[in-house]
């Protein structure tokens, strides 16, 4: 089986950073795109950044410039860097990679259990 494991969340004042990781353990063979998704209360899970296996990204508008989305494929480990920390950037972000297991000859979705974003003063 796979799990993705994050960690990094907490409580940061607006303008603060903080750093997400998210690291994928299990019996893996390949790992093809990993993302960053965050859900507000009360309102829709949204993509926040992804990244290929090869390091291309991409950038949800509200968080352009600020984020910073990469990936250590040594580790099968995915990052998420958060600087110029806003209020509304508060909610709980979850890990999704899409991950080839030893046992498969096809790739699965796998989320992480998420971890809680808290940006307040």
């Known amino acids: 089986q796979v799990q993705l494991v994050e960690s990094g969340g907490g409580l940061v004042q607006p303008g603060g950073s903080l750093r997400l990781s998210c690291v994928a353990n299990?019996?893996?063979?390949?790992?093809?795109?990993m993302r960053w998704y965050r859900q507000a209360p009360g309102k829709q899970r949204d993509l926040v950044a992804s990244?290929?296996?090869?390091?291309?990204?991409n950038y949800a508008d509200s968080v352009k410039g600020r984020f910073t989305i990469s990936r250590d494929n040594a580790k099968n480990t995915v990052y998420l860097q958060m600087n110029s920390l806003k209020s509304e950037d508060t909610a709980v972000y979850y890990c999704?990679?899409?991950?080839?297991?030893?046992?498969?000859?096809?790739?699965?979705?796998?989320w992480g259990q998420g971890t809680q974003v808290t940006v307040s003063s």
């Open positions: 299990g019996s893996i063979f390949s790992i093809n795109h």
């Open positions: 999704n990679a899409l991950i080839k297991m030893y046992i498969r000859s096809y790739f699965q979705n796998f």
């Open positions: 990244i290929t296996s090869d390091a291309s990204t």
